[in-house]
């Protein structure tokens, strides 16, 4: 066998054993490699949704964390729809992780930001999206 054939199955077996590792040891080892990205990128932006949070509550929240940078309004009917419960995260900023949310739960709702007006209005996806 060649010298090149050999680095080559070197190679393949330690990719093979490296994947089953870390698929068996998923549980020790990924909280691992996430606690290295978050000191090397910074710390992800969180939000976590409890079941019956609704997306006026979430609205209300997400204005507050941002320190009113941009609000965020939405129809009376839109008010009554529930988020989809579960831990939320985001890298860059709040405003990434509200579209994130809304982008996860795009089955009952729809949004239209303006960036140069700073607000992000959420609406039912059977109404029409406008903020006036």
């Given at each position: 066998?060649?010298?090149?054939?050999?680095?080559?199955?070197?190679?393949?077996?330690?990719?093979?054993?490296?994947?089953?590792?870390?698929?068996?040891?998923?549980?020790?080892?990924?909280?691992?490699?996430?606690?290295?990205?978050?000191?090397?990128?910074?710390?992800?932006?969180?939000?976590?949704?409890?079941?019956?949070?609704?997306?006026?509550?979430?609205?209300?929240?997400?204005?507050?964390?941002?320190?009113?940078?941009?609000?965020?309004?939405?129809?009376?009917?839109?008010?009554?729809?529930?988020?989809?419960?579960?831990?939320?995260?985001?890298?860059?900023?709040?405003?990434?992780?509200?579209?994130?949310?809304?982008?996860?739960?795009?089955g009952n709702l729809r949004y239209v930001v303006d960036d140069h007006k700073r607000y992000i209005h959420i609406c039912l996806s059977t109404e029409t999206c406008k903020k006036e």
């Amino acid at each position: 066998m060649s010298k090149l054939a050999k680095s080559f199955l070197k190679l393949l077996i330690g990719a093979i054993v490296g994947s089953l590792l870390t698929y068996s040891l998923d549980y020790y080892v990924f909280p691992f490699w996430e606690r290295i990205l978050a000191i090397s990128l910074g710390k992800p932006y969180v939000y976590k949704a409890e079941p019956g949070i609704t997306v006026e509550r979430f609205a209300n929240d997400m204005t507050k964390r941002m320190g009113s940078r941009y609000i965020i309004t939405f129809t009376p009917k839109a008010a009554q729809v529930q988020i989809g419960p579960g831990k939320y995260k985001a890298r860059k900023d709040w405003r990434n992780l509200v579209l994130y949310v809304l982008e996860r739960n795009a089955g009952n709702l729809r949004y239209v930001v303006d960036d140069h007006k700073r607000y992000i209005h959420i609406c039912l996806s059977t109404e029409t999206c406008k903020k006036e």
